[in-house]
C-alpha cells in the first residue's frame, strides 16, 4: 500500500512539472500549440517505451465502448486550459483548481456510483481544499520593514 502511495505522490510531482513546462512552452506559442506538441512528443514517447517493453497493442482495443476514448479529447482539453491557466494565475493556484475539480467530480462519482465512505467526511474534504484555496488566493497584510522605518 505505501508503495502505491509513494507512486500516486510521484505521479502528482509529475503532474505539476508537466503542468509548469507546458505553461512555459504555452508562453512562447499557445495553449493549444503547447497541448498539441504535449501530445506529438508523448506519443513518440510512449510508441519508443512501448517497443521497447512490448505490450503496445495488447488486448482488443475494437471491444471496448466508443466513451472509453474520450479520455483523449478531455486530456487534450485539460493540457491546454491548464497551460493556459498556469501562466495566468500561477502554479499554486492552478494546481489547487485542478485539485478541487479532481476531488468534486470524485465525490460526485463516487456518491452516483454508490462507493463505499463516508460521504460526509468526503464533502468536508473537499470543503477544506477550496477553503485552502482561498486562503491562499487572498493578500497577505503588507507588513513595514523594520529596516526602512525610521523614528
Excluded at 508523448?42 to 471491444?63: K, N, R, S, Y
Excluded at 497551460?83 to 468534486?104: K, Y
Amino acid at each position: 500500500m505505501l508503495g502505491f502511495a509513494a507512486l500516486a505522490v510521484f505521479g502528482g510531482v509529475l503532474v505539476s512539472l508537466s503542468r509548469q513546462l507546458n505553461g512555459r512552452l504555452s508562453l512562447s506559442t499557445s495553449a493549444l500549440h503547447s497541448s498539441y506538441w504535449n501530445h506529438i512528443v508523448g506519443l513518440v514517447f510512449i510508441t519508443i517505451i512501448g517497443a521497447a517493453l512490448g505490450g503496445l497493442f495488447a488486448g482488443d482495443p475494437w471491444g471496448a465502448p466508443w466513451w472509453a476514448y474520450l479520455g483523449g479529447p478531455i486530456g487534450f482539453i485539460f493540457i491546454a486550459a491548464s497551460s493556459w491557466s498556469i501562466t495566468r494565475i500561477g502554479a499554486a493556484q492552478t494546481a489547487l483548481l485542478i485539485i478541487a475539480g479532481q476531488m468534486i467530480s470524485g465525490v460526485i462519482v463516487d456518491v452516483a456510483l454508490g462507493t463505499a465512505g463516508n460521504t460526509m467526511a468526503r464533502m468536508i474534504g473537499v470543503t477544506l481544499i477550496l477553503a485552502g484555496m482561498v486562503i491562499a488566493r487572498t493578500n497577505p497584510k503588507k507588513t513595514l520593514d523594520k529596516t526602512t522605518q525610521t523614528d
